[in-house]
């Protein structure tokens, strides 16, 4: 799976969207884009993924440049529980055993 | 979230005696894991299930044996706990695919349990 690039920590003003980058110049045609999140001391939460079109739900949005080398999670109005470690994974369609593969994430901090 | 429960939530025990951590989920995937959690590890896959008594290895397996006797329950067992398996233990579930091995459907995640080996 390809390695990706997130910074390590983010701050954000509650109400203003947060925009967390991610890098994976190494992504291969078949290889989709997730993110996930932890909240301290719960387990990880899916949050969107996509392969090469813009995704949006309920949670949030992925926008993924054209040649899909990065791609940017939106939270349009952060709240104060949007605070957490959020990941960006690559992971390979169809690999047969496979894990997710978590790296150190960003560290979102929404303050007041 | 996504109908997943991990029992015990937290457990203190004594190295050399046994443990059994039990993830049971609602949802009727097929596949079912376990992880654990260690600061500078990030999560590591232990076992995984692809079916009822179909269970396979993952990177940190030693130590631990697993079972899955119904598609709702996966157990995992620690015949006797050393200090080195004091971790989070996060169980999730996967996909619809009738594929064998695990596909790219989003893993859900349960609450996680602490466990603690003195």
């Known amino acids: 799976d390809a390695k990706t690039t997130q910074p390590t920590s983010m701050d954000c003003a509650e109400g203003r969207a947060a925009n967390l980058p991610c890098n994976h110049s190494?992504?291969?045609?078949?290889?989709?884009v997730y993110w996930y999140r932890q909240i301290h001391s719960q387990g990880p939460q899916y949050i969107i993924h996509?392969?090469?079109n813009n995704e949006t739900n309920e949670m949030a949005s992925l926008i993924i440049t054209e040649d899909r080398k990065s791609s940017t999670l939106i939270l349009p109005h952060a709240t104060l529980r949007d605070t957490a470690v959020y990941y960006c994974?690559?992971?390979?369609?169809?690999?047969?055993?496979?894990?997710?593969?978590f790296g150190k994430g960003t560290m979102l901090l929404v303050s007041p | 979230d996504a109908g997943i429960t991990q029992s015990p939530r937290h457990k203190v025990t004594e190295t050399g005696t046994p443990v059994t951590l039990r993830c049971h989920q609602t949802?009727?995937?097929?596949?079912m894991y376990w992880y654990r959690q260690d600061p500078g590890h990030g999560l590591r896959l232990i076992h995984y299930?692809?079916?009822?008594?179909?269970?396979d290895k993952g990177e940190v397996s030693d130590g631990y044996s697993v079972s899955r006797s119904k598609t709702e329950d996966f157990l995992l067992t620690l015949e006797s706990a050393t200090s080195s398996q004091t971790s989070v233990y996060f169980c999730?579930?996967?996909?619809?695919?009738?594929?064998?091995?695990?596909?790219?459907?989003?893993?859900?995640f349960g609450p996680g349990t602490r466990l603690t080996v003195l």
């Open positions: 999730a579930i996967s996909g619809t695919s009738g594929r064998r091995v695990p596909s790219t459907d989003t893993q859900y």
């Open positions: 190494t992504i291969s045609g078949n290889e989709y």
């Open positions: 996509g392969l090469k």
């Open positions: 994974i690559v992971r390979v369609a169809n690999s047969g055993y496979s894990t997710l593969t």
């Open positions: 949802e009727n995937h097929r596949y």
């Open positions: 299930s692809y079916g009822v008594k179909d269970t």
